[in-house]
């Protein structure tokens, strides 16, 4: 298992990435102290955890509760307004 700083992974993510695919396992330190262990995935499958929707029905739920609600702005100007304490 290799070593990898805050920093390294931050500056050199992309060879990181390559080790990882090739197998290898690397302990996440900042300031010097292990923080995490960085694992390469057991499958290249992607799979959720059977609670979960897919994503395309919960999207759907979304829009429907979209269509169903008015916006309290008439505007994005007036939303960003708001939210800004110049309404």
Do not use: C, Y
């Not at 829009?63 to 609600?69: G, P, Q, V």
Request: charge should be positive.
């Amino acid at each position: 298992m290799g070593t990898v700083t805050a920093k390294q992974l931050k500056q050199r993510t992309g060879k990181i990435i390559k080790r990882l695919k090739s197998g290898e396992r690397f302990t996440l330190t900042h300031r010097g102290k292990p923080v995490a262990v960085i694992n390469p995935s057991l499958s290249e499958e992607k799979t959720f955890p059977p609670h979960l929707r897919s994503f395309d029905e919960a999207w759907e739920d979304i829009e429907r509760a979209l269509e169903k609600t008015k916006p309290p702005f008439k505007s994005w100007k007036e939303a960003t307004g708001r939210a800004r304490n110049r309404v």
